[in-house]
């Protein structure tokens, strides 16, 4: 058949010649598997050229553009969340450990580039938001402790409440992909790089933007519970 105009433009031959063909797969969660992980190359790809625009559109002081943007980047999220979601359901831990024995020693997704990279874009935001507080003589809690429908503030507000969502997603994923790795390989197993879960738990446990969630906790420092 044919190659159309649709498939030229994707250059899909050789897209899915990266693909291993059906009858050279070690077990059909292979194809979850290994499909799985490349969509989320791609889906990096494109929260990074997102991360990249929100940077501009803050430099620029498009604020709502930026807050826009940083929806839709977190959304992406919310789709690899679901990838692993339906790995956990789809994987069966036997064929994880043949698919385990030809992956290669130490490879694992914490070794893609792209997903440091939106890491890295990620944080690059926190000093610009920072740069805009300061100029406004404003601090994150004063910010919280706003009443959303004051005047004044409403672009910083629904940015602050952007990035929060943002992060939030990056955590679920985290979460979700932990639950993935003790689904296949157990909590107690080392895993492709060498160490064990713990290693992974502690590594999650690192927010993007941790003074955001510790000036949540400076609401409550002087809180007493109604008598």
Sequence with gaps: MAETAYERYLSADKMLSFQKKEEDLICDGERDFQGVQQEAEFIWTRINLMLKRINEKLQASDVWEAVDLLGQAANLWGGLTQKSQELLMRLWPNDFLKIRKIIGEGASTAD??????????????????????????????????????????????????????????????????LYLVFGVIGDRTAGLKGGTTDFLINRYNSYLFPKLWDSINSLYVDFKPSQ
């Design 112 to 177: 893609s580039p792209r997903y440091h990279e939106s890491e890295r874009l990620a944080r690059s935001l926190w000093p610009l938001f920072e740069k805009r507080l300061a100029k406004y003589s404003l601090t994150i809690p004063k910010l919280l402790q706003e009443e959303p429908d004051d005047t004044g503030h409403h672009d910083m507000q629904a940015l602050l409440k952007a990035m929060m969502w943002y992060d939030y997603r990056v955590q679920e994923f985290a979460i979700a992909h």
